[in-house]
């Protein structure tokens, strides 16, 4: 079964900087795109990005300072500029299998 | 407005039983596949199980098969999870969510999750 390595584990940062986290498949998946989820403490995930087999797109309302890319067994979700309400767990994910995360925290 | 609303989950020691369930409103729940994934405490999202829109298939994890079974009922619009041989390492909130069509498992909606907590 794959596994998707996200690092690093936390990123310290500062509002309006850019960040760009990475998801690393331990094989090449057998479709090339990712879905991404943001989750804060005590809530449940949020979808930001998601995948078909032919390309990624925005969940509904999320801002276009999100954006996802990738081919072969790298992908990265970058955050153009943070905003306060950016700083969260992000996870990768594909069918059965998710990331463990990286922590995107107030620096 | 899309609801997904978990309940079910409580206290129970090992080798008990449990069953959650999910409550779905806001849109057509018989189109859709449905999963449940779990969080354990301070650690990340793991997949447990998912079942077809007609119930007709249901997969999962490895670290469930044969202990836990999805389930659902589309004319009460509500999912299932029924836990058996409970672990403390099953310890975690479930969450149930809903898969977006022709995707790769993308979870557009999820609910609030509800506790489970196996210790004796």
């Known amino acids: 079964e794959i596994v998707l390595t996200q690092s690093p584990a936390t990123l310290s940062l500062s509002p309006g900087e850019r960040v760009t986290l990475s998801c690393r498949a331990s094989?090449?998946?057998?479709?090339?795109?990712l879905s991404w989820y943001q989750q804060k403490p005590g809530q449940a995930p949020r979808l930001l990005i998601y995948s078909t087999s032919s390309a990624s797109n925005r969940a509904t309302g999320v801002p276009d300072r999100f954006s996802a890319s990738g081919s072969g067994t790298d992908f990265t979700l970058t955050i153009s500029r943070l905003e306060p309400e950016d700083f969260a767990v992000y996870y990768c994910q594909q069918y059965s299998v998710f990331g463990q995360g990286t922590k995107v925290e107030i620096k | 407005e899309v609801q997904l609303v978990e309940s079910g989950g409580g206290l129970v020691q090992p080798g008990g039983s449990l069953r959650l369930s999910c409550a779905a409103s806001g849109f057509t729940f018989s189109n859709y596949w449905m999963s449940w994934v779990r969080q354990a405490p301070g650690k990340g999202l793991e997949w447990v199980a998912n079942?077809?829109?007609?119930?007709?298939?249901?997969y999962h994890a490895d670290s469930v098969k044969g202990r836990f079974t999805i389930s659902r009922d589309n004319a009460k619009n509500s999912l299932y999870l029924q836990m058996d041989t409970l672990r403390a390492g099953d310890t975690a909130v479930y969450y149930c969510?809903?898969?977006?069509?022709?995707?790769?498992?993308?979870?557009?909606?999820w609910g609030q999750g509800t506790l489970v907590s196996v210790s004796s």
């Open positions: 094989q090449r998946p057998y479709i090339n795109y």
């Open positions: 079942i077809k829109d007609d119930g007709s298939v249901q």
């Open positions: 969510a809903r898969e977006i069509p022709s995707t790769t498992s993308s979870f557009d909606y």
